[in-house]
């Protein structure tokens, strides 16, 4: 049996959002490898070994996933999302380059998955239709000085703005800082998006302005958009207001 | 018969990257309205009418598609990629703000898709694997002051950035000079990414060095990724490298 890793993303949490490419992987894999609730999301089945660990294990987890390929099985890494963006793909490379010379030798593929940002946009209109970036706020993995300052220039670029991990458990006053912080750039009349588990049972959107923002509207199964200055709110009778942002820029 | 509009994302081209909840909404439709590549796109069958009209005319594409769910039809808007990020919701949501106060009553909603920066990324490896930006290239419809400016504030936050559009047959010195104002901030070893047509019989990656990059190696069906100053290839034997961007920033 020849082995591979394909790290697949499962989407934001609704099975219609999981692509066909994805499905069909997992159909023919030997094992799983993921954080606990994202491998919980999967049906056990003859022949399928589930390997669910902790998060911030992301490093050996993606060792264990390389080794059992090598061995020849057939294993799929899932992550929430996309594994690209904000998740297990970067830390399987990771893994992979400071691996043995043999890891480089194995078939590896990343399958795309819905991120977190674009479900929750489509959810609230088309806040990400223009120019935008993409920040995780977490500060586990880079200083809190280089999240400040990247804030500080998407701001000046007026990008509309997606934050992952927006409010950790251990540092909660981050992303308080951050609130502050955009409130003086952006003035508190600027439009924010708090987008809790789309697609799921426990979804909840809230679209307010930064003066009105808190804190705890966010939490671990938050994405956070921040609009650009352009950024606009339609209201509607008897549904939700559609949040979006125009393509075009006035000369 | 009740009618809504589902603004569908179709993913890069091939099938196995069309959600399942896009299928269902196509099964339903009985209206398919967007640009002729992406109509072309979709199964014809008894009951369904397809729409099919030019580039640029997205407003008119808007228009049609709200007018026929006015009038009671399921309308399915096809973008390709995912229709928040530089397609056919923020038309739609224009279209609906400026159009009858009848429109905003109507059953809207939005359907994500896998965005072509991230089917690149996927094949690639993992260059968005931490902070990056989107940025539309094309001047059809914002300054050029304003894109040399994101992307100058963009290399100074130190994201990876995509770039959709980012050479137009009209005006193809635009990517020229964005890729001379990058060499300029982030010097001829930053790694950059031609990704044409990913997913699809076409398909074509390139990796190679902003010293080495040339405005040729783009066209309208090519996004490219530039990778952060921390985005790293993994040479491998007998397969391409992987091109990614670590989750870490050192202190």
Redesign the interface.
């Known amino acids: 049996m020849t082995g591979w890793v394909r790290i697949a993303g499962l989407?934001p949490g609704?099975?219609?959002?999981?692509?066909?490419?994805v499905t069909?992987a997992l159909e023919q894999a030997t094992d799983v490898v993921g954080y606990i609730p994202y491998v919980a999301r999967i049906a056990p089945r003859d022949g399928l070994t589930l390997h669910a660990s902790d998060n911030r294990a992301?490093l050996d987890r993606s060792r264990l996933a390389l080794s059992l390929a090598a061995e020849g099985r057939r294993v799929v890494v899932v992550s929430s999302g996309?594994?690209?963006?904000?998740?297990m793909?970067?830390?399987v490379?990771?893994a992979?380059?400071a691996g043995p010379q043999e890891w480089?030798?194995l078939d590896?593929?990343?399958?795309?998955?819905?991120?977190a940002m674009?479900?929750a946009?489509?959810?609230a209109?088309?806040?990400?239709?223009?120019?935008?970036?993409?920040?995780?706020l977490s500060d586990n993995?880079?200083?809190r000085a280089?999240i400040e300052?990247?804030l500080l220039?998407?701001a000046?670029?007026?990008?509309a703005m997606a934050f992952y991990n927006p409010r950790s458990g251990a540092r909660p006053e981050g992303f308080a800082r951050a609130l502050d912080l955009l409130r003086q750039c952006c003035g508190g009349d600027r439009l924010i998006l708090f987008a809790r588990a789309v697609s799921t049972d426990q979804e909840a959107l809230t679209v307010t302005t930064l003066a009105e923002a808190r804190p705890e509207m966010a939490d671990m199964r938050t994405v956070v958009i921040v609009g650009s200055s352009l950024t606009?709110l339609?209201?509607?009778?008897?549904?939700a207001p559609?949040l979006?942002?125009?393509?075009?820029?006035p000369?």
Chains 1, 2 share one sequence.
């Not at 209109?125 to 935008?132: K, S, Y």
């Not at 979006?244 to 820029?249: L, M, Q």
């Open positions: 989407g609704a099975e219609a959002l999981v692509t066909p490419e069909a992301e996309d594994p690209g963006v904000f998740a793909a970067a830390a490379f990771e992979l380059e480089r030798n590896v593929a990343v399958l795309p998955g819905i991120t674009l479900a946009a489509a959810r209109g088309a806040p990400l239709g223009h120019d935008f970036c993409a920040i995780n993995l880079k200083p280089l300052k990247r220039l998407a000046q670029a007026d990008f606009r339609v209201d509607r009778d008897g549904a559609i979006y942002t125009p393509r075009s820029v000369a």
